[in-house]
DNA sequence: CATGAATGAGGGTTCATTCAT
DNA sequence: GATGAATGAACCCTCATTCAT
């Protein structure tokens, strides 16, 4: 099925924002990969900084989203982390520009609208403080510092749209195995269990992010 | 002591660059920051693209040199990885700015420096490419994946310039022993160990970006 | 009754191009204002100039038509000076806005049709001229210089459309009285007379400009 | 002499806005009148707003300025609306590009400014009402409705600016005195009286404005 | 009759850079 | 060494207008 313009722009937008930055991307750069006139952009959006808003908006909305719908039906600590952990992996494996420019791209939008976005990621982070809290006061967490893990765990798994290529050896499946494993390894906890929420988290993902299996 | 005018140049491209990115901040930005004129500017510098370049190969090969300069004297693989972790976020977290100008400003250089930049980023993930090898074919890493724990290692570590804080409750030390720690626990390591080499990779770190104790 | 949608769009103009001048009325304005579409204005108008075109020859026709309507029962100078003077204010004040538009922007027009325009007014200038000359040739007038009175008059009954307000203390009627003895004081004429001509122009203005008593 | 840029870019301002109006002026027609590329325009004006501000702040400041002046020195109601009259006429006259952008383009300043611009025209306009009140109350003057008097002269006398050329048979000189005659005939004063004031006005109008005689 | 979609031209403004002083 | 003046190119965005539906 043909694109639709609107697609086609959002879609010019975020490959564009994500290999140029905002800023390094022109509005002639987006008319051309959308293949429309500059003027005809503007039926499309509102300006060029809205686009980048709802960009960053429907990322970080899918993946609140998704973290919620998951946790919902998962209770132990050592499940939530490995569901969380396939989550964000996959989201950026799946959908590396998308999330580029959310990490990227926060300090090109004005104070009002950063506070928005800023206010999702750490509505997002809180959902990941949670999880390691419970897991320390469970005992199946040896954290010595639940803050400093919990973002260098976040870093980690955000990095991922930094390198991954589906071209490579790693299936996305096998990707997020991989990190929930190194994941669960770094909060001193049991080496196995939460494949039953990785799987959970493996369906909520291939749904949210529409990922062909 | 009063910086010179060069050095007022520097550091106001590295704090714009890192604060509001290469295309976002624009020559009178840089100049008012300096506190000289746009025009005088150029008696300091090439273009602003030489600006960008020089930062980025300076703070590069400080890197490589650190890196280099302690594994020198160190043998053991996890001491050599302790060693490597602790540089890397001690550099991460005491010069934030820099590292991620070098980080997310790649992409603004004309392609010619691009592959000079990307070449030494590769000679210094090749330097820990090699003591992962080194330890998983001594049998003292469980990895599976060496190169994507590799990556989740470098990415967690750099991450680091995005959050720290010196304000806050860690100490660059207690850092950098927190995120050796983590990354012996991700690498299936012995809990322990290398803890010479880190105080070796502190005192290199010390003085290749000059931390005040 | 419902006004028709030409209506709206040419009312829509008037306001619009009397309050923000023509360059600075867009096409989109100008739709929002008469309720339907941008691209629907183009039913009810040919161009932008040509709609600015019509509305300055409607209100230059119907003057031209009210004064030669008028003179055409009067024959006395004074009476003569009397109803002009009371036909341009009762204009000027009741369609602040078409006058507006006629004086202001006829520099927006294209050479043709400004010269069309300028014809006009040329023509009823020559009116006010013609009854000029008349009081002063049978010596009820007393102006040293007629074409600067002409202009003076002019000018000061044109600005009537600039300042008056019908929420004011004066009505339309005892507004174009006062304009008339202020006229005849101007030209040195006889203090009082013309009462009957100026009651003939307040009807005539009051058919062609549906002024509601 | 010759002019300078700063010069040269405010008259061509002045020019344009009074001929095609402000929004009918574009910053490269601005360009090209003061003979300078787009761009260095900027190094002369802050916005093309800016710009029309401080040409209408200088043209009432002078205005306001010449008034007081010339009120100071002159005590009879007669003389005192002889000497505005002569002033108003003879700037208007001058100046005729300078006094219709401010007479016709309030309209296109922000807000704030126009709020600025109305204040001082109101200011201007209470030292006429002053005068204006001061001759009924001695009985000078003998005028029923002076405030609609008032903005009859007024409009009278800026419309010189609509169609005075120094190349017709008036001179300034001999068309502000006609102007004070036509003036105090409509506020049914003596016939005569105010010379000597009006000597004065001219007097300042010529420092003020720099005519020369 | 009505309009969403489309666009070339142009709007005002800022860009990085040069150079005479 | 320092900078005001200058500019071509480009910035984001809006313009009036057309046309297929």
Redesign the interface.
């Known amino acids: 099925m043909a694109l639709t313009t609107e697609q086609r722009v959002r879609r010019a937008a975020v490959k564009l924002f994500a290999?140029?930055?905002?800023?390094?991307t022109g509005i002639r750069d987006l008319a051309q990969a959308a293949k429309i006139s500059p003027a005809s952009l503007y039926h499309y959006m509102g300006t060029k900084e809205d686009l980048l808003a709802a960009i960053m908006r429907e990322c970080l909305d899918r993946l609140l989203l998704a973290a919620r719908q998951t946790l919902d039906t998962v209770d132990d600590p050592a499940g939530q982390l490995s569901a969380l952990v396939t989550l964000h992996v996959m989201a950026h494996a799946a959908q590396p520009a998308e999330t580029r420019v959310v990490d990227?791209e926060v300090?090109?939008l004005s104070r009002g609208r950063r506070r928005v976005v800023v206010g999702l990621r750490d509505e997002y982070e809180a959902i990941w403080a949670g999880a390691i809290e419970k897991g320390v006061s469970a005992g199946v967490f040896d954290v010595?510092?639940p803050a400093?893990?919990r973002?260098?765990?976040?870093?980690?798994c955000?990095?991922?749209a930094?390198?991954y290529s589906p071209r490579g050896?790693?299936s996305l499946d096998g990707?997020a195995d991989?990190?929930a494993q190194?994941a669960l390894?770094?909060l001193?906890g049991p080496p196995t269990g939460g494949e039953t929420a990785a799987e959970r988290a493996r369906e909520v993902a291939t749904r949210v992010w529409r990922i062909r299996p």
Chains 1, 2, 3, 4 share one sequence.
């Open positions: 290999a140029k930055g905002f800023h390094g990227n300090g090109a010595p510092e400093v893990t973002l260098a765990l976040l870093e980690m955000t990095g991922v930094r390198w050896a790693l990707l991989r990190y190194l390894r770094m001193g």
